[in-house]
């Protein structure tokens, strides 16, 4: 299962991300965002597909439907810079499957 | 507090093998399902593998390009899950990271990370 994800998404402060997922029928499937800030571990920032772990703030939300996971952003400010993954498990074959990843610039 | 911390990584010359520790506080971690990812310097995550618990028979399932190189065990009475690797190539060179899955959130969620130990393949 393959997960597509824009290399790149650049947005000003204050405005909104948006960032895609595209995998086969992946509306069927539950999609995790993690946030991966530089020389740092990924963080859960959503989980099934619209679900904020505590501590993460409400800016972020996300959907999924059809073909197209997206995790959205508002009101971003610098501290948004980061790389964004999107995840899922693939039960045809029981495995973990990750986005290649969209590196959100704050401009 | 969950914590992970990972070690046992270094620079290793193609061929050789490593074992990598991740200890676990702060869960009951016979009660874990504990994955293995890595990211190779300036790409994406990518998953290697997954150890269930002791209901679920402590069973293992591998990413394809590491499957039969690759080896991961948790010892319970340590609190920790490791991740033996064999015949390392120069592409193995990553940061590995131990992850648990569901244990504050759903299944299938990977919720929390350990900083990572780098791994260096070069002759």
């Known amino acids: 299962y393959v997960l597509t994800q824009p290399p790149s998404v650049s947005v000003a402060p204050g405005k909104t991300a948006t960032m895609t997922c595209g995998g086969n029928?992946?509306?069927?499937?539950?999609v995790h965002w993690y946030q991966q800030r530089p020389g740092q571990a990924p963080v859960l920032v959503v989980y099934y597909d619209n679900v904020r772990p505590s501590g993460i703030p409400e800016r972020f939300t996300g959907s999924n439907s059809g073909n197209t996971a997206t995790l959205t952003i508002g009101r971003v400010d610098a501290g948004d810079e980061a790389d964004y993954y999107c995840?899922?498990?693939?039960?045809?074959?029981?495995?973990?499957?990750f986005g290649g990843g969209t590196k959100l610039t704050v401009l | 507090e969950v914590r992970l911390a990972e070690s046992g990584g270094g620079l290793v010359k193609p061929g050789g093998s490593l074992r990598l520790s991740c200890a676990a506080t702060g869960f009951t971690f016979s009660n874990a399902w504990m994955h293995w990812v890595r990211q190779a310097p300036g790409k994406g995550l990518e998953w290697i593998g997954r150890?269930?618990?002791?209901?679920?028979?402590?069973?293992?399932n591998y990413a394809a390009p590491v499957n039969g190189r690759f080896t991961i065990s948790g010892d319970a009475s340590k609190n920790t899950v490791y991740l033996q690797i064999n015949s390392l190539r120069t592409e193995d060179t990553a940061v590995y990271y131990c992850t648990t899955e569901g244990l504050r959130v759903g299944a299938t969620t990977l919720d929390f990370w350990g900083q990572g130990t780098l791994v260096t393949v070069s002759s």
């Open positions: 150890v269930t618990d002791k209901i679920y028979g402590e069973t293992t």
């Open positions: 995840q899922v498990w693939d039960s045809s074959s029981d495995h973990v499957v």
């Open positions: 029928n992946i509306g069927s499937k539950s």
